[in-house]
T-cell receptor
Framework: GAVVSQHPSRVICKSGTSVKIECRSL??????MFWYRQFPKQSLMLMAT?????????EQGVEKDKFLINHASLTLSTLTVTSAHPEDSSFYIC????????????FGEGSWLTVV | QKEVEQNSGPLSVPEGAIASLNCTYS??????FFWYRQYSGKSPELIMS????GDKEDGRFTAQLNKASQYVSLLIRDSQPSDSATYLC????????????FGSGTRLQVQP
């Protein structure tokens, strides 16, 4: 399957600081990437859809000014958690849709964010 | 009603048995259906996709789709302890929507 790489895999930051998570498609071009968040023992919740060269589309209830998404190239999307708070601690997972694959979506390895 | 529903489990089966995982979805217009496996603390990995009514087999896995009943299932034959994980059903919910909506997952435990 297609390879999606996410970095960092784990990050600890202080409350009030910002953290950037990168998501790269390694062997294909991804015009669309998706960012999910997963709290312990819960399912994946879609945060936003990232479109290359345009603004991201955020799901209801997700603050666009707090979770900044940039998709500047066909292989890279970034999620920046600004002014992080402990309640933002979660597992953040990016994914990408492979064109011509019938909507198949492949996931990155995920990033564990802990805000202290 | 949740858009994608799964029994949270745990579903416990003995090694070598068939594990049957079920999922129902709310949007009758959904066209794409996926099963992902997620180990604790890890990202989901794709097991199978299915788009047409009927069965689709891949190794020990068989996905079954019944659009009339809005039901999709995953059978795992000859279950192994390494199959112990949470299995997520995912569906494209909503016309033209490209993101997947996930069920809450079913935790499978395969007893050696």
């Amino acid at each position: 399957g297609a390879v999606v790489s996410q970095h960092p895999s784990r990050v600890i930051c202080k409350s009030g600081t910002s953290v950037k998570i990168e998501c790269r498609s390694l062997d294909f071009q991804a015009t669309t990437m998706f960012w999910y968040r997963q709290f312990p023992k819960q399912s994946l919740m879609l945060m936003a859809t990232s479109n290359e060269g345009s603004k991201a589309t955020y799901e209801q209830g997700v603050e666009k000014d707090k979770f900044l998404i940039n998709h500047a190239s066909l292989t890279l999307s970034t999620l920046t958690v600004t002014s992080a708070h402990p309640e933002d601690s979660s597992f953040y997972i990016c994914s990408a849709r492979v064109l011509g694959s019938g909507n198949t979506i492949y996931f990155g390895e995920g990033s564990w964010l802990t805000v202290v | 009603q949740k858009e994608v529903e799964q029994n949270s489990g745990p579903l416990s089966v003995p090694e070598g048995a068939i594990a049957s995982l079920n999922c129902t979805y709310s949007d009758r217009g959904s066209q794409s259906f996926f099963w992902y496996r997620q180990y604790s603390g890890k990202s989901p990995e794709l097991i199978m996709s299915i788009y047409s009514n009927g069965d689709k087999e891949d190794g020990r896995f068989t996905a079954q789709l019944n659009k009339a009943s809005q039901y999709v299932s995953l059978l795992i034959r000859d279950s192994q302890p390494s199959d112990s994980a949470t299995y997520l059903c995912a569906v494209n919910i909503g016309a033209g929507r490209r993101a997947l909506t996930f069920g809450s997952g079913t935790r499978l435990q395969v007893q050696p």
